[in-house]
């Protein structure tokens, strides 16, 4: 293994306060931008609520990479977006701007050469377009539609060539696009959700029936009746931790838990049967619950367990550690 070689006490001050300066210049570039919004933002949301086509977003460099995390973040906050490479567009991609799309193109300077050819395509075919660049007096800049202009502050590269402050301010401006816009659609934390059913968040939006799938193993039961016996041995084979009671018209009556067995133990269990030592009146859910208020109940309540059920009758049963297991619960 490569030995490292430490740096001395005075070069770690120096990178030390290098990074906090740059981190500084950092934030000087947002409060500028911040002070620089102007009634351009409100617009820019309208020229793109007024068309049923998607944002294409393009940009060149850095400014594409930024402008990837845009339409990504348009996308998943309900304004359908994609990114397209504006190189690829000079050669065939073109065609991916429809008639009834809009195109954000982003460049710093306004002058990126590779920008041209889709600029042109959308002033010949009245595709409306939204520039995000520090020059509105650029190629970009003239033949924008509307124009979000970003202040010219000093990059935080000592030579003032790699894009930074840049390309935080052009992603922040990016993000402030995609909320007011979120807010205009009212797209909820719901919509959301649909968005990213791999999510933790689409997760908790799952319905309890999403969550059971098609094939959802119906839980352990005994009835009323059961000897203590049986109901150990129910509980099991179940696997879950708990059994359902059933009555005699096969409807919920109450609940057996490992800890209702344990206590049981206590006492003489000769003739003990199953609604001796239920608890009566169990927490319950049905099919259309969001897996996010089953996690509440299960919380709130301090229980591993709850049943789904339908029309009185326990046709799944949920565990804690299973949620946690498949992230559910954090």
Not at 93 to 117: F, H, K, Q, W, Y
Not at 182 to 205: C, K, V, W, Y
Request: glycine share 8%; hydrophobic share 45%.
């Amino acid at each position: 293994m490569t030995e490292i070689e430490h740096s001395s006490p005075d070069a770690i001050a120096v990178m030390t306060e290098r990074a906090r300066e740059v981190v500084k210049l950092n934030m000087e570039a947002l409060e500028a931008l911040e002070r620089s919004i102007d009634v351009s933002i409100a617009r820019a949301v309208d020229v793109i609520m007024s068309r049923p086509g998607y944002v294409v977003v393009t940009g060149m460099g850095k400014s594409g990479h930024i402008g990837g995390k845009i339409a990504a973040t348009l996308a998943s906050t309900g304004t359908n977006s994609f990114f397209v490479h504006p190189a690829e567009m000079s050669h065939g991609d073109l065609g991916m701007l429809r008639p009834d799309v809009t195109l954000l193109a982003i460049s710093n300077s306004g002058e990126s050469r590779e920008l041209r050819d889709p600029l042109i395509y959308c002033q010949r075919n009245n595709i409306p377009v939204i520039a995000i660049t520090q020059r509105p007096t650029s190629f970009l800049g003239r033949n924008a539609a509307v124009c979000l202009t970003m202040p010219k502050v000093a990059e935080a590269c000592p030579n003032g060539l790699a894009p930074t402050t840049s390309t935080l301010m052009t992603l922040a401006l990016g993000d402030a696009l995609a909320m007011v816009l979120m807010d205009r659609r009212e797209f909820t934390a719901m919509d959301f959700g649909l968005h990213h059913p791999g999510g933790a968040l689409g997760m908790s939006l799952q319905s309890v029936r999403e969550w059971m799938g098609d094939n959802a193993a119906a839980p352990a039961s005994v009835p009323l009746s059961a000897s203590f016996s049986e109901v150990v041995s129910a509980v099991t084979e179940g696997r879950k931790g708990a059994v359902a009671v059933l009555d005699d018209a096969g409807s919920l009556a109450g609940i057996v838990t490992d800890g209702d067995l344990r206590r049981a133990f206590q006492r003489d269990i000769n003739g003990l049967t199953a609604a001796d030592i239920m608890g009566a009146n169990p927490i319950t859910v049905d099919t259309n619950a969001r897996m996010s208020d089953v996690v509440d109940l299960l919380t709130a309540n301090k229980i591993s367990n709850l049943f789904v059920v339908e029309e009185g009758r326990p046709v799944a049963i949920v565990h804690i550690a299973e949620l946690m297991q498949a992230g559910y619960v954090a």
